[in-house]
């Protein structure tokens, strides 16, 4: 897909969100359900369902993915997708490209070990790994953009708010 076709297939989802505000506004959605048999919880991803387990660090056997596994790469996945389409927007030229993200933890705070040590990442770093021909201000805005546009790291970096309910299910 070259950046006119791009334009052509987003033209009219644009034109129509700023006709419409409230037609650009979604609620994603995910569930799971835990595992009766073991410290484990399945969610339906709409492809197949995964299973996501404690990680080996606390006490899991490996066998299940790690939630946090998996938000980093969802972060991977969304930057990569948001690279791939402003450098279509921009024309740049991306031979090839890999994305990558670490993030640290200390399970001392999961494992309630150490009441002082943070539950949840520490600190996370995405790296760009680019093959083009692109000058430093070209490479510059790309990644600019894809930082301003890709939702998960926005999600990340502001916090948004985030509430918890709990409704008991009908045993019968």
Do not use: W
């Not at 006490?59 to 450098?87: F, H, I, N, Q, Y």
């Not at 692109?134 to 990340?156: H, N, S």
Request: proline content about 3%; glycine content about 8%.
């Amino acid at each position: 897909m070259d950046a006119a076709a791009l334009r052509a297939l987003q033209a009219p989802l644009k034109d129509n969100y700023r006709a419409a505000p409230g037609a650009a506004r979604i609620t994603l959605k995910a569930k799971g359900s835990i595992d009766e048999t073991k410290i484990a919880c399945k969610i339906e991803t709409g492809r197949a369902i995964a299973e996501a387990g404690l990680h080996p660090l606390s006490g899991g056997s490996g066998a299940e993915l790690c939630s946090g596994d998996m938000l980093l790469e969802a972060l991977v996945a969304c930057a990569g997708v948001t690279l791939k389409a402003v450098a279509t927007a921009l024309a740049v030229d991306l031979k090839a490209a890999t994305v990558r993200a670490e993030g640290d933890l200390d399970f001392r705070g999961t494992l309630g070990v150490d009441k002082g040590a943070p539950v949840g990442f520490e600190a996370i770093r995405l790296f760009f790994d680019l093959d083009t021909g692109a000058d430093e201000a070209t490479i510059a805005q790309l990644i600019k953009l894809t930082e301003r546009y890709c939702v998960v790291f926005q999600t990340l970096k502001t916090s948004p708010a985030s509430t918890v309910t709990v409704q008991r299910m009908s045993l019968a």
